[in-house]
């Protein structure tokens, strides 16, 4: 068991009332010129209203740099950030943040110092796709920002990339980082709570659904590079829009200008597969994200996306997914 597991089971057994020393979480938040101020302000936010729902100071964290002192962020935030000493206070968990602090790198000697004690560390955004860039051969899964996972791909390197929200490997976690901050730290600190409290302290932070860290990144299909056909991206834009009641392929076809088997070329061209295929993979990838980070009825997500019954939903799914969504749901 790792030292945080060990202090997260110390205070799951302590009164949240009356938290010991013992049971603190400590926090490094890496920084460096041109960080990216949304992910800092993300962390330190989650783990203060923690704290106030715990009500008492279970979590502490400060800023770290190699280059201390008062640091810019990419939109003008200032940060007084403390040096880091070579295996001295480290933390329980190292979290960088991205933008320039990110790509820079000047992290790493202290990622691999954390790692050799076996502290947690997380890498967000452009921090996970520098570390993904260097490593090359990353161990086990990774991940980053969907933009970057693009240009990861392409290049062809990275067997084990994902698009998830977040992938541990190697003691090391990279995430997406940006608006699903506030969800990792969750996932990092949510041993600490009773249900109702994480439940408490997800609605001061105005999470609508706390999503799973394997959960896929929400991006906007239409954003692919390889769309540069305009009646293409229109194609797939009348799709997501209409994952509830599916058109046909008729009416898909007569809304974007095009003759049907003219839409079916363009498919094979750009995503080697048919129009109708595409369209259930859209609404099967929905009914999925439904099934792990909501608790709706399962009919109601059937109906949701645009399938007929729920038996006909578990089907799409188990065939695209391997799973039933049963046990989708019963593994989150």
């Not at 960088?96 to 050799?116: F, Y």
């Not at 229109?234 to 088997?261: Q, W």
């Not at 065939?319 to 039933?324: A, D």
Request: contains cysteine.
């Amino acid at each position: 068991m790792s030292r945080i597991e060990m202090k997260s089971k110390h205070a799951r057994d302590t009164p949240h009332s009356d938290p010991v020393r013992g049971a603190l979480f400590t926090f490094e938040i890496y920084v460096g010129r041109g960080f990216a101020e949304y992910e800092a302000a993300a962390i330190v936010n989650t783990l203060r209203m923690g704290n106030e729902v715990l009500g008492g100071p279970v979590f502490h964290w400060r800023y770290v740099s190699e280059t201390p002192g008062l640091l810019t962020g990419l939109c003008g935030m200032i940060i007084r950030a403390e040096p880091v000493v070579k295996d001295h206070e480290m933390a329980d968990a190292l979290i960088v943040v991205g933008g320039r602090s990110g790509v820079d790198a000047d992290w790493l000697p202290r990622l691999r110092q954390m790692t050799r004690v076996a502290h947690t560390c997380v890498l967000l955004s452009d921090a996970a796709t520098t570390y993904i860039k260097r490593t090359k051969s990353p161990i086990g899964k990774v991940t980053t920002h969907w933009r970057d996972v693009l240009s990861l791909m392409e290049a062809g390197d990275h067997p084990n990339l994902t698009t998830n929200l977040s992938e541990k490997s190697g003691g090391v976690i990279t995430a997406a980082g940006t608006g699903a901050t506030e969800e990792l730290i969750l996932s990092l600190i949510g041993s600490q709570f009773r249900i109702a409290d994480l439940a408490e302290l997800s609605n001061r932070l105005l999470l609508p659904l706390v999503r799973t860290p394997h959960a896929d990144q929400p991006r906007d299909i239409t954003a692919l590079p390889a769309l540069s056909d305009a009646r293409v991206k229109s194609a797939v834009k009348a799709m997501e829009d209409s994952l509830e009641l599916p058109l046909n392929i008729y009416e898909l076809a007569k809304t974007i200008g095009v003759s049907t088997r003219h839409l079916e070329r363009m498919f094979k061209e750009v995503f080697n597969q048919t129009p109708a295929r595409f369209y259930k993979q859209l609404r099967t990838k929905r009914a999925r994200a439904l099934v792990e980070d909501t608790q709706m009825p399962m009919m109601e997500i059937a109906l949701a996306t645009g399938f007929g019954s729920s038996s006909s939903m578990n089907e799409a799914i188990k065939k695209e997914y391997g799973l039933t969504a049963s046990k989708m749901r019963l593994r989150r």
